[in-house]
């Protein structure tokens, strides 16, 4: 049984950062999603099993960076803190090439808080 652990979330101001991360059992291509109330669960970064390719959804380009360490611990860097960047903000693990497609990731953490507060 994969198991992800995600650590991080919490309260900012705007323009502030915050620095998610996620430890998984084993060594997957991984993705960050987000999910605001009333609202669908949506992608926000994803990163190869190796570290080489990164990708992420336009609203995050140039503020958010997505990394991981030589063992299978994966971050989400979050700069220049917006409001509507509120969310439950989860990590997720595929052993398939999808990217985007929540419906393509096969385990799921349990989610972490961020607020970010005019």
């Known amino acids: 049984q994969v198991q992800l652990v995600e650590a991080g979330g919490g309260l900012v101001q705007t323009g502030g950062s915050l620095r998610l991360s996620c430890t998984a059992s084993?060594?997957?291509?991984m993705g960050w999603f987000r999910q605001a109330p009333g609202k669908e669960r949506g992608f926000v970064a994803a990163i190869s099993k190796v570290g080489g390719s990164t990708y992420y959804a336009e609203s995050v380009k140039g503020r958010f960076t997505i990394s991981r360490d030589n063992a299978n611990t994966v971050y989400l860097q979050m700069n220049s803190l917006k409001p509507e960047d509120t969310a439950v903000y989860y990590c997720a693990a595929t052993v398939t090439m999808g990217i985007e497609l929540s419906v393509d990731y096969d385990y799921w953490g349990q989610g972490t808080q961020v607020t970010v507060s005019d």
């Open positions: 084993g060594r997957y291509r």
